[in-house]
T-cell receptor, first 114, second 113 residues
Framework: AQSVTQLDSQVPVFEEAPVELRCNYS??????LFWYVQYPNQGLQLLLKYLSGSTLVKGINGFEAEFNKSQTSFHLRKPSVHISDTAEYFCAVSQFGSNYKLTFGKGTLLTVNP | DAGVIQSPRHEVTEMGQEVTLRCKPISGHNSLFWYRQTMMRGLELLIY????????DSGMPEDRFSAKMPNASFSTLKIQPSEPRDSAVYFC???????????FGEGSWLTVV
């Protein structure tokens, strides 16, 4: 079985500050990793994904994430946030062999203040 | 290109009533998913279809829940009878192939009173 832990339920930051949203996973086999964003009253949108290759993954809206196998982490970062980045962010994992089944973390609410 | 389309967007119903949620996946996608989102449990996979066939329904809570996919462009999730604890946002999602990027609809917000 796989699991995902998002260590912070809420992260408040000021506009133009850097941000890191933390994600740790647990799995007995190799995994694929994803970050999704959910704006208020909307569905989830893929930000970025790690399938293989370079451990630094760049996504949309200036976000990036780094896969660290030894620490089983996949933290999401942005060097300078905007008000429009206010949303809920979900880390998700799927396993090789049953790669349709995404397991989501509980989410981190990022609030960007002026 | 149209995304995943869900209806209704919002539904309020009384306990004991039947609820039917509908989904039209992205054209050409052969994998379809139903997820449920609640504050307590987060996002949970209810059922996964591949080429209209249910592959994994282990997340379906109980017999009150049923899902069908009669063709490649339509799926339903039915709750009968509904209970207040079924109140949640239900998302339909689709992907080109299992393991590819999953695209979510905007959700159906269900309130059972």
């Amino acid at each position: 079985a796989q699991s995902v832990t998002q260590l912070d339920s809420q992260v408040p930051v000021f506009e133009e500050a850097p941000v890191e949203l933390r994600c740790n996973y647990s799995s007995s086999v190799s995994v694929y990793l994803f970050w999704y964003v959910q704006y208020p009253n909307q569905g989830l949108q893929l930000l970025l994904k790690y399938l293989s290759g370079s451990t630094l993954v760049k996504g949309i809206n200036g976000f990036e994430a780094e896969f660290n196998k030894s620490q089983t982490s996949f933290h999401l970062r942005k060097p300078s946030v905007h008000i429009s980045d206010t949303a809920e962010y979900f880390c998700a994992v799927s396993q090789f062999g049953s790669n349709y089944k995404l397991t989501f973390g509980k989410g981190t609410l990022l609030t960007v203040n002026p | 290109d149209a995304g995943v389309i869900q209806s209704p967007r919002h539904e309020v119903t009384e306990m004991g009533q039947e609820v039917t949620l509908r989904c039209k996946p992205i054209s050409g996608h052969n994998s379809l998913f139903w997820y449920r989102q609640t504050m307590m449990r987060g996002l949970e996979l209810l059922i996964y279809f591949n080429n209209n066939v249910p592959i994994d329904d282990s997340g379906m809570p109980e017999d009150r829940f049923s899902a069908k996919m009669p063709n490649a462009s339509f799926s339903t999730l039915k709750i009968q009878p509904s209970e207040p604890r079924d109140s949640a946002v239900y998302f339909c999602a689709s992907s080109l192939e299992a393991g590819n990027t999953i695209y979510f609809g905007e959700g159906s917000w269900l309130t059972v009173v």
